[in-house]
């Protein structure tokens, strides 16, 4: 069964700092490209970033580039987004995502952990 | 960037009736890149459609994607109770990164 599942969230200062993981199970972690997907409190779905299946290549959104870094360690299986900077607007809950690849649709998705900034 | 538009904001149906839900885009989705999901209350989004027709895994028929170009269409066909959710639609074309739309919330009456 395929599982993702989000750490890491919490309360944290504007400017300040963050790391997100998303431990992956049920299939092989290095053959998938992986995704971060945000959603602001009783807002719709922002897309963050990607990495393909290597690790090689990344994407982020306008949003969030230079202030965000998305990784991956295949030998843990899993997935991070580190946070640097952040900001109240970044407030939102973080969800991992799987893709068949990087053009593809998300087909499994995690539980989501939350992250608010504000002082 | 590609910007998706989704119609009606809310939609309010019975159970048994037939829900149209549209999406369309700003410019041309690559190779009809398109994806639908259901998120409901406190939970994580689902897939439910791939590549605008294509059903995910689980998915039941009831539910179908049609469209190409700007203009896509998720149908639901006989609403059941536990379809109250919000719909979104995504496309993953672009080499900018993904795009949603800004959901369609369905209501069941």
């Known amino acids: 069964e395929v599982q993702l599942l989000e750490s890491g969230g919490g309360l944290v200062q504007p400017g300040g700092s963050l790391r997100l993981s998303c431990a992956a199970s049920?299939?092989?972690?290095?053959?998938?490209?992986m995704n971060w997907v945000r959603q602001a409190p009783g807002k719709g779905l922002e897309w963050v970033s990607s990495i393909s299946y290597s690790g090689i290549s990344t994407y982020y959104a306008d949003s969030v580039k230079g202030r965000f870094t998305i990784s991956s360690d295949h030998s843990k299986s899993t997935l991070y987004l580190q946070m640097n900077s952040l900001r109240a607007e970044d407030t939102a809950v973080y969800y991992c995502a799987r893709g068949e690849n990087l053009i593809a649709a998300q087909d499994y998705w995690g539980q989501g952990t939350l992250v608010t900034v504000s002082s | 960037d590609i910007v998706l538009t989704q119609s009606p904001g809310t939609l309010s149906l019975s159970p048994g009736e037939r829900a149209t839900l549209s999406c369309r885009a700003s410019?041309?989705?690559?190779?009809?890149?398109l994806a639908w999901y259901q998120q409901k209350p406190g939970q994580a989004p689902r897939l439910l459609i791939y590549?605008?027709?294509s059903r995910a895994t689980g998915i039941p028929d009831r539910f179908s994607g049609s469209g190409s170009g700007t203009d896509f269409t998720l149908t639901i066909s006989r609403l059941e109770p536990e379809d109250l959710a919000v719909y979104y639609c995504?496309?993953?074309?672009?080499?900018?990164?993904?795009?949603f739309g800004p959901g369609t919330k369905v209501d069941i009456k």
């Open positions: 410019q041309s989705v690559r190779n009809n890149y």
């Open positions: 590549d605008a027709s």
């Open positions: 995504q496309q993953y074309g672009s080499s900018a990164g993904f795009t």
């Open positions: 049920g299939f092989t972690f290095s053959s998938y490209a």
